[in-house]
């Protein structure tokens, strides 16, 4: 018995001993040393390469300390402040290359994670932010109201009376309810003075008091909406209008409309009940489509002291792919078999097709135009016949003119080009209008400029030059401006412009020189100040123009 447990015994001392020579084998003490002591950490030698490894222990006489980084030659240790210094040496315990490690399990493979993640929900989708119109406003009740005052005139420096020109004019959009009601309005009190001004002519169309809108409504963009009053725009190729305006719910992006009413006095805006206009429209505008597309298609007509006048379509459109612009407009106009333009039953009275793409730094813009003199019975009660058509005498011995054909379109084309870097802006254009009149009219303008911004950060200056020729002047111009902004509130800007200039009936050419100046300040948030004062001296012209403008936004 005594032998077998001495034999069990011996076993054991056998086992621990060779426990002990492995541990050993597999961990040692290696002498380490400080090189560095820097931002709380000391770095050592040796590292990898002597078998200090991440979360090794490392024994200074201060104390003990972990491994938190190391490199092939470098280890790390955090410390306090002035807790080891360079040189000192201490021992660190490595870990032999032959200590097993252990094997990382196998990864699992992708499809395992197939269907564990949902699908994602873009944010916006799950959001409803509060609707917030440009402008002040506030949440109960919406108001934006500007009111501006304009002063401003010309003083003629030769002979000549100078004049001037003081008015008020307010702007108000107000949403008071809850209920989708509104309220527009836009109306000046003007003043008009010096030079005789009110016996000269054309002193009918300077009303003390203009009003261009002036209209109460119900409905949104997106719901049915109805409007009564004055109101500016009421469909594609009609403008002011007294009276109605009804438009149903989208459909799919498509609404339909209709209008009636009485159109006001063109010289001083007051209500009449001389000519009337009535018509429909129909439109689609889709804004969650990359091209945000624009329809719409309008049929009105129009009487004058009962008799049946204008009869019109029109067209327009606007797309916006990408980084591009292209839209349209027609106009198609009937008349009566002997109407006194000498105009044929039915005529294309307005066409124009306009185009931009931007590529880069790079942008293109185009636009071409055709329109004929807008004829009706309405404007021939205003107008000199001479402004519908082309006249002639019938008897050279007499003041009676007539129309004698409809050969009177006017087209008109141009093309802008620029290039914007950085700083540096370069823009070049180019123009042409052309009239089939008995006398050939034609108008060429082009343009080259160069825009130098943020100089100095604060400021900009430009440099072009221009030439234009019209039927009966030239003008050759240079031009140089500089500005400066105000702290982020406002700019200072001035002017210097040359030209020479020449009438087509005089055999000499004059220089005529042009200055001036635009001060804008931001005073506070809800006011705004601006200053302009130009002088033009030439041989037919010595004039300075003033003028200001002040404008309150308040907001509640």
């Not at 799950?126 to 440009?134: A, G, I, R, T």
């Not at 003390?208 to 997106?222: A, K, P, S, W």
């Not at 009609?238 to 149903?248: K, T």
């Amino acid at each position: 018995m005594i032998r077998a447990c001495s034999a069990v015994a011996f076993a054991l001392c056998l086992v621990l001993a060779w426990g002990s020579g492995a541990e050993a084998e597999s961990r040692q003490n290696v002498a380490v040393k400080v090189v560095e002591v820097a931002g709380g950490r000391a770095y050592l030698t040796p590292g990898e390469a002597a078998g200090i490894k991440v979360g090794s222990v490392v024994v200074f006489r201060e104390g003990r300390y972990r491994v938190v980084a190391t490199t092939h030659t470098h280890s790390v240790i955090e410390i306090k402040p002035r807790e080891l210094r360079p040189g000192q040496s201490g021992r660190a315990l490595a870990v032999s290359a032959r200590t097993a490690v252990a094997s990382l399990s196998r990864p699992k493979p992708l499809s395992a994670y197939e269907n564990v993640w949902p699908d994602p929900v873009l944010p916006a989708t799950e959001q409803q932010p509060d609707y917030v119109p440009l402008g002040s406003w506030s949440e109960d009740d919406r108001i934006d109201l500007a009111l501006s005052a304009d002063v401003g005139g010309t003083i003629v420096l030769r002979e000549g009376d100078s004049f001037g020109r003081a008015a008020l004019r307010a702007g108000l959009h107000a949403e008071p309810f809850e209920q989708p009601f509104f309220f527009d309005v836009d109306l000046a009190v003007q003043s008009w003075f010096g030079g005789d001004i009110q016996n000269r002519d054309g002193s009918s169309s300077r009303p003390i008091v203009r009003v261009r809108e002036l209209q109460m409504g119900y409905g949104t963009l997106q719901s049915a909406q109805a409007a009564l009053g004055r109101i500016p725009f009421v469909a594609v190729g009609v403008g002011q209008l007294d009276g109605i305006r009804v438009r149903s719910p989208a459909w799919a992006g498509f609404s339909i409309g209709a209008f009636g009413g009485v159109v006001p006095e063109p010289l001083d805006n007051r209500p009449t009940t001389d000519t009337t206009r009535f018509g429909a429209e129909l439109a689609y505008q889709n804004p969650e489509l990359d091209a945000q597309p624009f329809v719409a298609l309008s049929v009105h007509g129009s009487t004058f002291f009962g008799e049946i006048d204008e009869r019109r379509l029109n067209a327009e459109f606007d797309l916006f792919p990408g980084n591009a612009f292209l839209g349209g407009h027609f106009e198609l106009s009937l008349h009566d078999e002997d109407n006194p333009w000498q105009a044929p039953r039915a005529e294309v009275s307005a066409a124009g097709l306009a185009a931009s793409v931007r590529i880069g730094l790079f942008q293109i813009a185009g636009r071409f135009d055709m329109r004929l003199p807008e004829r009706s019975l309405w404007l021939t009660s205003y107008l000199p016949l001479g402004y519908l058509c082309n006249t002639a005498a019938p008897d050279p011995m007499s003041d009676e003119l007539i129309c004698v054909d409809s050969n009177d379109h006017r087209y008109f084309g141009g093309v802008d080009l620029s290039l914007t870097f950085s700083k540096v802006a370069l823009h070049g254009g180019a123009s042409i209008v052309h009239s089939q009149t008995d006398d050939q009219f034609d108008q060429l303008t082009g343009y080259l400029q160069a825009r130098f911004l943020r100089i100095g950060e604060i400021g900009w200056a430009d440099v072009s030059v221009a030439a234009y020729a019209w039927s009966f002047i030239s003008d050759y111009a240079a031009r140089l401006g500089l500005g400066v902004d105000i702290r982020q509130r406002g700019e200072i800007s001035a002017y210097y412009r040359a030209s020479i200039n020449q009438y087509d009936a005089s055999p000499d050419a004059w220089l005529q020189h042009s200055a001036g100046g635009i001060f804008y300040l931001s005073l506070r948030e809800d006011l705004d100040l601006g200053l302009r004062a130009d002088g033009i001296f030439g041989e037919d012209v010595r004039v300075l123009v003033l003028g200001s403008n002040l404008t309150w936004r308040p907001s509640w």
